[in-house]
Every structure is written in structure tokens, then in C-alpha cells.
């Protein structure tokens, strides 16, 4: 399959699918989450989102390196050895893999994602380590 150069979508036009919350998660009200991915690179280690929660109190865990940036609505995040933080439309946050944090929608809040797996450290090292010396060539 032939991934185009470029993908371009609408982020307020894309159609959101159901995607309920863990209820083992929900601390309190009833908060009910769409969301829908709109592209992925081409090894499939980093992917992009559109997602949206209505009115409720939950913790979230992140398997992924997670940057957020707020389209709509605001949501209230903690999480352990971070102050508490008010995220709003135009702000952005990167949540690290492996984190747990507590959300709390006021009203409403919708997100762009960029979802991002983290490399084994052995694989983590040979990319590192292959950019160096790619570097050091490129640079003679």
C-alpha cells in the first residue's frame, strides 16, 4: 500500500466514532468520549487523532507519548509529581508513556493527538547512535 506525500484533513469536520472510558477509570459523572485516527507514518509508531469528551472526572493511562493541543473546550489535568493545570483551547501538552493522570471536563473538550509508541531502548540506541553518525558524514 502507497502512503500519499501528504494527508490533509478537516479536524472539525472529521466524524467521531464512540470510545468509552475504561469504568473502572471514571472517578465521577458519566463522561462519554468519540474519537477518530486520521493518519499514521508509515512504521506505524506514530499516529493522529481527533478525540472529544463530555462533562466528567476520570484518570487516564498513556501507552504512548501523547501531545495534545486543545481545539475546544477546556479540561483540568494532574498526575503524580505535576501541578494541576488547566488546559484551553490553543494549549498544548505532551503526557509521557507509561503516566497515569486524572482529567476533569468541566463542560466539554476536544483534542488533536499525536500519538507516538516508544522504541525498545536496544532500538532506541541504534537510531540514536545511526543519527550521530549520519551527522558526522553529512557534516565533512
Not at 470510545?19 to 499516529?47: E, F, L, M, V, Y
Not at 463530555?54 to 509529581?81: C, L, N, P
Request: aromatic content about 8%; glycine content about 4%.
Amino acid at each position: 500500500m502507497s502512503l500519499s506525500a501528504i494527508e490533509s484533513v478537516s479536524l472539525d469536520l472529521l466524524p467521531l466514532n464512540d470510545d468509552p472510558i475504561n469504568k473502572d477509570w471514571i472517578i465521577s459523572g458519566t463522561p462519554t468520549a468519540r474519537a477518530a485516527q486520521w493518519s499514521a507514518s508509515k512504521d506505524g509508531t506514530t499516529t493522529t487523532h481527533v478525540w472529544d469528551c463530555t462533562k466528567g472526572q476520570f484518570r487516564w493511562y498513556f501507552s504512548a507519548d501523547e501531545i495534545v493541543h486543545i481545539m475546544e473546550g477546556s479540561v483540568t489535568v494532574e498526575s503524580d509529581g505535576s501541578e494541576k493545570r488547566t488546559l484551553r483551547a490553543g494549549d498544548a501538552a505532551l503526557f509521557r508513556a507509561g503516566s497515569w493522570s486524572e482529567w476533569n471536563v468541566d463542560e466539554y473538550v476536544r483534542k488533536h493527538a499525536i500519538l507516538s509508541v516508544p522504541l525498545h531502548p536496544s532500538v532506541s540506541f541504534v537510531v540514536r547512535a545511526a543519527r550521530k553518525i549520519s551527522r558526522m558524514v553529512s557534516s565533512r
